[in-house]
């Protein structure tokens, strides 16, 4: 009898220990969620940074960053152009399954990002974060597509592209207006919260402002943990950079801008250092879409990459990437794909809160890629065009089915890419490998099934 209860008491007193170790790592867990800080360029190239190969363009800041943290070279975004870009970015799925099939939403447009998207900003609410969006929105600058509507707790920044609402007097010549620009030309409103609070918005101090805002939210909300969406409205056109920054770069006015981009990334570094956060925050640099060719010399570049911003080649839609995280990350260059889509579900798990699992969702946690240096989980991207799929990706290979302006190529279609061999998508291989081409087919059939018709929110005028 003696015997049993001893065992009784025993087994009492081990299940009380395995119970409050359980607790103890859950609370652990909870207390070591990770502050978030994205920083997304409008426009910026993938050849734009020293780290990815600019021989004028100087980003100490950000070579350092991803010589301790991890450069991503084959990382992409959803779509060649902002809108849905950010569309992609913000819900984790391709941006034709909330209503954005391609082009940008403009001061007219009476859409934005439905209601019914679940975003990152809100999922990371559920977790304790507090969240702040500064800079270019550009998923709907009314009331109810606001950032304060979709999970950010603060609000800082232009609604949309700072080319827009261009004023009578240059609308007859927008390239010469975008190209030797005065702020008065670009009548855009500068919000805090709900509220514009400068109008046109002093687009020479903007990269300045935009750093303040997210240094002082650092410092206000150091206990942690927050979200911060860091979305420049540089380096798109119109190119406006502060006093200090002016004719500094050899690269002209495109290169300052990214310069003082570079400056900020490493006033935001300091913040995290002053605070004594760095090491439980996780910083990630990148850009919306390639850069904008059609603008010469202030437009960026894409490096060895074919294309640029409004493409479905590469140029449009790989963009250089860089994930920091002082202390924790497995160093290193990663060539394996990444996208966009990955950092909500790669959030999620970080902040310990679940995906959602009562839609399709695109993405894949990168968690183990950026921790341990493991393979990538994802294999395979798309490049929508409207509603249907010009191009796709999977492993090294990559097939065109939809090519704009080029009539040659367009006889050639469907196209096929090694991009291992042949980043810049110089030799179609499409005769060869007939079985990679059908493949490829297969799964941008595939994909399309998965797309259930939505209203396109660009056209909603
Ligand atoms: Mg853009």
Redesign the pocket.
């Known amino acids: 009898m003696t015997r049993k209860i001893y065992s009784i008491l025993f087994l009492s007193i081990l299940f009380t220990i395995i119970l409050c170790s359980c607790e103890n790592s859950s609370k652990d867990q909870e207390t070591n969620k990770p502050n978030i800080i994205v920083v997304f360029c ?2 910026m190239g993938y050849g734009d940074l020293s780290c990815f190969g600019h021989p004028t363009i100087k980003t100490p800041q950000l070579d350092r960053l991803a010589a301790e943290g991890q450069k991503w070279t084959s990382f992409y975004v959803t779509a060649p ?2 809108t849905p ?1 950010r569309a992609g970015l913000i819900t984790g799925r391709y941006p034709v399954r909330s209503g954005f099939m391609g082009g940008v939403l403009h001061p007219i447009s009476k859409g934005g990002l439905p209601q019914s998207e679940i975003t990152i900003p809100e999922l990371l609410k559920d977790a304790g974060y507090s969240t702040a969006c500064i800079g270019k929105w550009h998923l709907g600058h009314l009331p109810q597509f606001l950032p304060t509507n979709h999970g950010f707790d603060y609000y800082y920044g232009i609604p949309y ?1 700072n080319d827009m609402d261009k004023i009578d007097a240059v609308k007859d010549n927008p390239m010469e207006a975008n190209i030797n620009p005065e702020i008065r030309f670009f009548n855009v409103p500068l919000m805090r919260n709900t509220e514009i609070i400068e109008r046109p918005a002093q687009q020479t101090t903007i990269v300045k402002r935009y750093t303040e805002e997210t240094v002082q939210y650092i410092n206000d909300n150091k206990e942690g943990p927050f979200f911060i969406y860091l979305a420049h409205n540089m380096p ?1 056109i119109p190119l406006f950079r502060s006093l200090d920054f002016e004719n500094k770069s050899e690269r002209g006015i495109y290169g300052d801008v990214i310069e003082e981009i570079d400056w900020s990334v490493g006033q935001i570094r300091k913040a995290l250092e002053d605070n004594g956060i760095a090491e439980n925050t996780l910083v990630i640099f990148t ?3 390639g850069p904008w060719l059609r603008f010469d010399q202030q437009g960026g570049s894409a490096g060895l990459l074919r294309g640029g ?1 409004g493409s479905t080649w590469e140029g449009g839609m790989r963009e250089p990437t860089i994930f920091w995280w002082k202390g924790k990350l497995k160093t290193g260059i990663v060539s394996d794909m990444g996208s966009t889509l990955d950092f909500l579900p790669t959030f999620c798990n970080l902040a310990d809160v679940p995906v959602p699992d009562d839609r399709h969702m695109d993405g894949f946690d990168l968690t183990k890629t950026l921790l341990y240096g493991e393979k990538s989980p994802r294999d395979i991207m798309i490049f929508s065009r409207g509603n249907d799929v010009a191009a796709i990706r999977k492993g090294d290979f990559k097939a065109h089915f939809i090519v704009r302006r080029d009539p040659e190529l367009q006889e050639q279609l469907p196209l096929l890419y090694h991009l291992g061999h042949d980043p810049s998508e110089k030799y179609n291989i499409a005769d060869q490998y007939p079985e990679i081409i059908d493949e490829l087919r297969l799964e941008a059939e595939k994909f399309k099934k998965t797309v259930i018709p939505v209203v396109d929110q660009v056209r909603l005028r």
């Open positions: 409008d426009d152009v902002c870009s592209s798109h850009s919306d879409n911003k």
